[in-house]
């Protein structure tokens, strides 16, 4: 049994100080967008942190926060520990943050230990994982595993603010974004701790679970066009009403993916309506979809399914419809061989041994690009996440950090003997 510390609970407490003013763009909940004021507060402030841990900060093109702990070489190749700083809209405050909190304490500890290992351990804060200002996620690993698809400096925000335009804001610029890559061979594995964002390790009684990938995710927008007309002056049958077309699309969306009874999800979390007026018909609508499964196959043929759905369904109703792919993510699947050190170091701190696979998307899926990566999921409080709700022990965050901790000497003896 490894002894409790203060680290989970400092880690915890971080994590709540980052969910109130200036950190967050709102001052009635949280909503921190990459690149955004709250942004650069955050960045400030976690990077003094990192400093305080003893790692030497800086920020690359994409706006990420990197802190760098040297090996006993100073060229050594790094171990890397990472999340993500952005949320959500009305977010809680652990998603994303937490990881990275628990990987300064990693660092924090060696270094009052005075100890370096046969390599580096980076700690990076990414800047955009949940595309909630961009239309687009995890551009900031991307960045990094060299990954962004060619335009994705032109995406525009909400208000037309360009990622070039909010880069510059920064210091930097979308001509930039290329020298955020990670040069190959410097990154020898990546791990991530997350809260699990699922009920399944509260309901088994577990604090901890080692992730064995993550879901293929597939995330559409669609558009469907009507007519837009007086409420009370066009008659039902003469209506091309895009709204009660979509309406039926969404239906079917949930009808296909229930039917499927695996672990296939689909949704729509986000429609919106023009004109917008109670008096009018709507003429147009945009929603999103979303379908992830273990299996890019499953996932693929759910698509499908969708896809027919709703054009027979925009045929019936006279109505048109573009479906464009925002994003198609791979399924992710987690090293063997850290899966197993990660095993060791759960069981080393009392904990029991469980895997479990990833529905969410994580910085981890980009950075695959990289090296091997790892996953340590963490119990939340009802499995509630993206919710101001979201609620971790301290407990168990110090049962991470303890993991954490054994993993890294564990793979600091692999590393040294190989």
Do not use: K
Not at 21 to 46: C, K, M, N
Not at 166 to 187: D, I, K, N, V, Y
């Amino acid at each position: 049994m490894v002894t409790t510390t203060a680290s989970g609970a400092r880690a915890v407490a971080r994590c709540l100080e980052l969910s109130r003013a200036p950190y967050s763009d709102r001052a009635d909940r949280l909503f921190r967008g990459w690149l955004t004021p709250a942004y650069r507060a955050t960045i400030e402030r976690v990077g003094a942190w990192m400093e305080a841990a003893g790692m030497t900060v800086r920020h690359d093109a994409a706006v990420n926060l990197i802190g760098r702990y040297e090996g006993a070489r100073p060229d050594a190749p790094a171990l890397v520990i990472g999340s993500h700083l952005d949320s959500v809209r009305d977010a809680g405050a652990y998603d994303g943050p937490l990881g990275v909190m628990l990987g300064i304490e990693c660092v924090a500890a060696l270094h009052a230990e005075g100890r370096r290992l046969p390599f580096a351990i980076e700690v990076i804060g990414f800047g955009d994982e949940e595309g909630s200002r961009f239309p687009a996620a995890m551009l900031g690993s991307r960045a990094v595993a060299g990954t962004l698809t060619p335009g994705a400096a032109d995406m525009a925000d909400a208000a037309g603010i360009s990622v070039d335009t909010a880069l510059r804001e920064f210091g930097s610029q979308a001509a930039a974004l290329a020298t955020a890559r990670r040069a190959p061979g410097t990154m020898i594995a990546y791990l991530e701790a997350h809260i699990e964002q699922g009920p399944v390790l509260e309901a088994e009684g577990l604090a901890l679970g080692v992730v064995t990938g993550i879901a293929a995710q597939l995330r559409l927008e669609v558009t469907v066009n009507g007519v837009a007309g007086h409420a009370g002056t066009v008659t039902m049958p003469l209506r091309r009403d895009a709204l009660a077309a979509a309406a039926r699309m969404v239906s079917a969306v949930e009808d296909i993916a229930v039917a499927a009874a695996s672990d296939l999800v689909a949704t729509v979390g986000r429609i919106e309506v023009a004109p917008g007026a109670a008096n009018v018909i709507a003429g147009e609508v945009r929603f999103t979809v979303d379908i992830r499964a273990g299996a890019t196959d499953r996932r693929d043929r759910a698509a499908a399914a969708i896809g027919a759905a709703m054009e027979a369904i925009a045929r019936d109703r006279g109505v048109t419809l573009t479906v464009a792919t925002v994003h198609d993510l791979p399924p992710c699947p987690c090293d063997p061989g850290l899966m197993d050190l990660l095993d060791t170091a759960v069981v080393a701190t009392g904990q029991g041994s469980r895997r479990l696979m990833s529905g969410a998307g994580h910085d981890a899926m980009a950075m695959v690009a990289l090296g091997p990566i790892a996953m340590l999921f963490l119990r939340c409080a009802g499995g509630i996440s993206h919710n101001p709700a979201e609620h971790v022990d301290p407990a168990d965050a110090d049962a991470a950090f303890a993991a954490m901790r054994g993993f890294i000497d564990r793979l600091g003896e692999d590393y040294r003997d190989a």
